[in-house]
């Protein structure tokens, strides 16, 4: 089974620090990953994902992420926090099998940016 | 392009009441999934339709039920409510599977008292 474990369910950082939100997750196979984040009583909004190849990927807003298969990890990486950063971010696993879709999210990080 | 919308916004029921939820697909979109997102959790996995057909379900009763329309829009069905159905239900469309990136919509706000 899959399962996505987000550390810290509360970040804090200055404003202009680096940003470091971690995921895991535990999968059979290969699976896709994603970054979403959640601005209050809002939808989820996509910021990066993972599929194959490249294993450092680029999202919107300055944020980007590393697959790490070895480390079973994919944690949010931005080098300088903004005030609009402040939300609530998810990690998500999506496993394909048999045609069958499984999509799996973490529990989720609130990130708070302090100025 | 039209997004994801969804509808109603929010919504009271009693307990052993019977809800619809709706949502409408990103234009051109083929694929709905739904969402459960408990007040402080992340969103788990209800099911996905693709092209009318289930096609994927998490780990819930089947007094949720869904169905897709030709226009790819969607409803979200709850039978005999229970207390701990109150959440936002959240509504993700895209292109085709595997699923590569989802919109999402604002989500509904179940309340049931």
């Known amino acids: 089974a899959q399962s996505v474990t987000q550390l810290g369910s509360h970040v804090s950082v200055s404003e202009g620090a680096l940003v470091l939100l971690r995921c895991n997750y535990s999968s059979s196979v290969p699976p896709y990953l994603f970054w979403y984040v959640q601005y209050p009583n809002q939808g989820l909004q996509l910021l990066l994902k993972y599929t194959t190849g490249a294993t450092l990927v680029k999202g919107i807003n300055g944020f980007e992420a590393e697959f790490k298969k070895s480390e079973t990890s994919f944690h949010l990486t931005k080098p300088s926090a903004h005030m609009s950063d402040a939300a609530e971010y998810f990690c998500?696993?999506?496993?394909?099998?048999?045609?069958?879709?499984?999509?799996?999210f973490g529990t989720g990080t609130k990130l708070q940016v302090i100025p | 392009e039209t997004g994801v919308t969804q509808s109603p916004t929010h919504l009271i029921k009693t307990r052993g009441q019977q809800v619809t939820l709706r949502c409408s697909s990103q234009s051109g979109h083929n694929t709905v999934s739904w969402y459960q997102q408990a007040l402080g959790q992340g969103p788990q996995f209800i099911f996905q339709?693709?092209?009318?057909?289930?096609?994927g379900r998490g780990n819930f009763p089947p007094r949720f039920s869904g169905l897709q329309f030709p226009n790819y829009s969607s409803e979200l069905n709850v039978n005999a409510l229970e207390l701990d159905d109150s959440a936002l239900y959240l509504c993700?469309?895209?292109?085709?599977?595997?699923?590569?990136?989802?919109?999402f919509g604002p989500g509904t706000r179940l309340t049931v008292t």
């Open positions: 998500a696993v999506t496993l394909n099998s048999g045609g069958y879709q499984k999509v799996t």
């Open positions: 993700a469309s895209s292109l085709g599977i595997p699923i590569y990136e989802q919109y």
């Open positions: 339709y693709y092209r009318e057909e289930e096609n």
